[in-house]
């Protein structure tokens, strides 16, 4: 007690030694601090694409990649691992170590659809999962193959009443938004087709072009090649609006399906519990890429309209989206094969 007292009263005494000492002290916080910024990131980043290379997902992911890349001092790689409608991407994220190195392009069958459509997950499609940040999103877009020789939607829903469950409509995975598309187009339309499930749109495009399927909803952004070089016949993107990367293609909607809407959106998700230094920093350097006028113009050329936003924004969209496709999983009847 009596060396405590020597201590405090030497302090009041001396004004200089204690300026001095707050002096070092704070200088040590300010080296701790920037210690701690430099912790992350020191080693590997993996961005985890739960489908094949080549659709918009992987399209975010590697355009993440390459720009970090610039930025950061560690390897970023983009890793697909696709399969079960985008589960076994998200699985095995939702399990990893919340510590930054492993991150998964979200979707919204992963977040939204997948939950309602399975009866058993592996994962929560909400609580399992740390969001980052809102990345992109996309029309949908209503593709078929000449040889079913309709031009129209109304030419196509005509042939489907009159031949019911012979038309086939792929998807690039049960409980994608791809799939859900057709689920709610059947059921607006009234129609009866079968639906195929692939892999990844990889996998099923092959198929629509040489005339193995019907038709198909595919992302507009990876659509846009096959329409543009007439492999296939656009009929109408799943907007309410039509999208400003292909205007000439009407939307289902003005050509009598009021008020079809299914929009394909992405997202920058982590696992669970990641701490908020690193969840902040990781949507500061989304922000910073998407916000680059060279990045923004070749989304947009590619049918991807960025909106890259806060942590929040993000939670708050992934709930109110998990609540509409819940009920249109429902009034469909979908499960998951």
């Known amino acids: 007690m009596k060396a405590s007292s020597k201590y405090d009263s030497g302090l009041r005494s001396n004004p200089t030694l204690k300026r001095l000492i707050l002096i070092v002290a704070l200088a040590f916080g300010m080296l701790a601090s920037a210690q701690a910024e430099r912790i992350w990131p020191r080693e590997t980043i993996r961005i985890i694409v739960s489908f094949p290379p080549g659709g918009a997902p992987d399209t975010l992911a590697r355009i993440l ?10 390897p970023i790689v983009v890793e697909n691992r696709p399969g079960h409608g985008g589960n076994i991407g998200a699985d095995l994220v939702a399990k990893s170590t919340p510590d930054g190195y492993t991150l998964l392009i979200g979707t919204v069958g992963i977040h939204a659809i997948n939950g309602a459509l399975y009866e058993k997950l ?43 469950n012979e038309l086939t409509f792929g998807s690039s995975g049960t409980g994608t938004s791809i799939h859900m598309s057709g689920e709610l187009f059947k059921e607006m339309a009234s129609v009866q087709i079968r639906h195929i499930p692939y892999k990844g749109r ?17 992302n507009l952004a990876s659509a846009l090649p096959l329409i543009k070089a007439n492999e296939v016949v ?26 079809f809407e299914a929009i394909s959106w992405f997202s920058l998700m982590a696992p669970a519990k990641l701490p908020r230094d690193i969840q902040m920093r990781l949507n500061q350097l989304t922000q910073q890429t998407l916000s680059k ?6 989304l947009m050329n590619g049918g991807l309209e960025p909106n890259p936003g806060s942590p929040e924004d993000l939670a708050r969209f992934i709930q109110l989206e998990s609540n509409k496709w819940r009920k249109i999983v429902q009034q469909s009847g979908a499960k998951a094969e």
């Open 65 to 74: 990649a390459e720009d970090w890349q610039k930025t950061l001092n560690v």
């Open 122 to 164: 592996s994962y929560d499609p909400i609580a399992d999962f740390t969001p980052i940040s809102f990345l992109a999103s996309t029309p949908n877009v209503l593709i078929v193959s000449k040889q079913l020789g309709v031009q129209s939607l109304k030419d196509l829903i005509a042939l489907a009443k009159a031949k019911p």
């Open 202 to 218: 990889a996998q099923s495009l092959p198929d629509l072009v040489s005339g193995r399927i019907s038709m198909l909803f595919d």
């Open 234 to 259: 656009a009929l109408g993107v799943t907007t309410l609006k039509r999208s400003p990367s292909a205007p000439e293609i009407p939307t289902l909607a003005e050509q009598g399906l009021k008020g």
């Open 293 to 298: 006028p060279e990045v923004r113009a070749r």
